[in-house]
């Protein structure tokens, strides 16, 4: 009595009896992946640089007597910006124009001396050579007013440069001295900054690996793409927010940098608005191309490990195979996965949490929504 006892206590904490029926496998929900056209999007850091940037610097010495422009507007190209004490210019100007005049009368003087002389040379009332001598002194004179030409286009410049002006359309920047600083023209004195806000270009750089890989997609013909014109780029910015105007690309550098192995990629953005401003941080999705044979499954059926991602495939024989797999990006809740998986292959998009590899599992369709 007492063995039949502990007995029966020790089969009721135990396991089931030999014979009795095993557990039936999980039920999970499965997705048969399938082959279609899929967008090739590359997302890369980029940064904002101005289509054209000018230093403003002084081209001659003096004082600045006036800022004239309104710090960060936009301006003409030839807007005056600072004013430099004119004064010593435009006497050394006034100076230029009288040596001119004085060389002007000189050679009108040898000009008529000439002309006196040449019907009485052939009546041998002048000798050849003294006629010869007016000739050689008009020559001089008209030499002389060439240099004093010179001379009035160097001062004018001088004066003009006396009124610094913006040299290209642009937002002009913060200036770099006030009324009152001395600056020179030897030293090249820094005064502001102009650049060009629209259009403007973001700046890109790509692994010259990346960019080798791509090449050999297009030859293959696994990838389509159209010419760089019409290569589109959206921007996500530094907040996170998407920035509504796209782009395209327009140069692509054919040299790689040998300190990073990368090339440099640009786009153009027309920036109406002058939301992009020069040195800004960004991230740019470029739309290279379609993938003509792309794979898609829903967000919640990739597992991502650190920088390594993983799917749940149910194989013929209904068990359970973890499968790494490359993503591409997300698009409307779903990944683009370039490889690891095959078109006919069933991805458990709900309930791989609760199986493990090698585990029997009966698969469901995921319902169509």
């Not at 030839?78 to 060389?103: C, E, K, T, V, W």
């Not at 683009?336 to 090698?358: F, M, N, S, T």
Request: proline share 6%.
């Amino acid at each position: 009595m007492l063995a039949l006892a502990c007995a029966a206590c020790g089969n009721d904490q135990g396991t089931p009896p030999a014979g009795a029926a095993a557990p039936p496998p999980t039920t999970v929900l499965v997705m048969t992946v399938a082959a279609s056209p899929v967008s090739n999007v590359v997302e890369l850091p980029g940064r904002i640089e101005a289509v054209r940037t000018a230093e403003v610097r002084a081209r001659v010495d003096g004082i600045v007597e006036r800022r004239l422009y309104q710090e960060g507007t936009d301006v003409p190209a030839g807007a005056p910006l600072f004013l430099i004490d004119p004064r010593d210019y435009r006497a050394l100007l006034q100076q230029a124009q009288a040596a001119l005049s004085r060389a002007e009368a000189g050679r009108a003087n040898a000009a008529s001396i000439v002309a006196r002389f040449k019907p009485l040379v052939s009546r041998q009332a002048v000798s050849a050579q003294e006629f010869e001598a007016a000739e050689t002194t008009l020559r001089q004179a008209e030499a002389g007013v060439a240099d004093a030409s010179a001379e009035v286009t160097r001062a004018q410049l001088r004066f003009e440069r006396s009124t610094v002006r913006a040299p290209i359309a642009g937002r002009v920047g913060r200036a770099q001295v006030t009324e009152g600083a001395l600056v020179s023209a030897s030293a090249a004195t820094l005064m502001t900054q102009v650049n060009q806000l629209s259009p403007i270009s973001a700046i890109f750089t790509q692994s010259n690996t990346a960019i080798l890989d791509f090449a050999q997609q297009i030859r293959s013909g696994a990838l389509k793409v159209p010419d760089m014109a019409h290569v589109e780029v959206r921007l996500i910015l530094a907040n996170g927010q998407d920035y509504d105007e796209p782009g395209y690309l327009d140069f692509t550098d054919l040299a790689v940098d040998p300190s990073t192995g990368t090339q440099t990629i640009r786009a153009r953005f027309a920036n109406a608005s002058r939301t992009l401003l020069p040195g800004q941080f960004v991230r740019g999705r470029i739309t290279s191309g379609v993938h003509r044979a792309g794979i898609r499954v829903p967000e919640r059926a990739v597992q991502i490990d650190g920088t390594s991602a993983s799917v749940a495939v149910v194989g013929p024989d209904a068990t359970v195979v973890r499968r790494n797999v490359e993503v591409g990006t997300q698009e409307q809740g779903e990944w683009v996965v370039l490889g690891g998986l095959a078109p006919g292959e069933q991805v458990i998009v709900d309930g791989w949490h609760k199986v493990r590899p090698g585990q029997k599992v009966t698969a469901q369709p995921v319902p169509a929504r």
